[in-house]
């Protein structure tokens, strides 16, 4: 069985940094889910859809939204099992709770997600 727990979220100020954490099991489904898998981070704003806003592949490449291109970062380290997004510039349109998952996403993979909450 994989587990998927999300960290690292909370209340930041406009043009703010947060550094979102996901920690895979670290059993060998999930070294296998980190390591084989395109991995991105999603996120749900209240009434909204959940929406992949980056993305990356077993070798490194990355993929962005246009709304968080140049403010948000994913990296991955399959060692650790961990996959992580570090946001900057945060302004209050990012508020959401973060989720981590493969790309596509699989059901039963979601975690409970951190919430991110941007204001002054």
């Known amino acids: 069985q994989v587990q998927l727990v999300e960290s690292g979220g909370g209340l930041v100020h406009p043009g703010g940094s947060q550094r979102l954490s996901c920690a895979a099991s670290?059993?060998?489904?999930?070294?296998?889910?980190?390591?084989?898998?395109?991995l991105g981070w999603y996120r749900q704003a209240p009434g909204n859809q959940r929406e992949l806003v980056a993305a990356?592949?077993?070798?490194?490449?990355?993929d962005y939204t246009d709304s968080v291109k140049g403010r948000f970062t994913i990296s991955r380290d399959n060692a650790k099992t961990m996959v992580y997004l570090q946001l900057t510039k945060l302004n209050p349109e990012d508020t959401a709770v973060y989720s981590c998952?493969?790309?596509?996403?699989?059901?039963?993979?979601w975690g409970r997600g951190t919430q991110v909450t941007v204001s002054s």
């Open positions: 998952n493969a790309v596509p996403y699989t059901d039963h993979y």
């Open positions: 670290r059993n060998i489904f999930g070294i296998t889910v980190i390591s084989s898998n395109d």
């Open positions: 990356i592949s077993p070798d490194g490449s990355t």
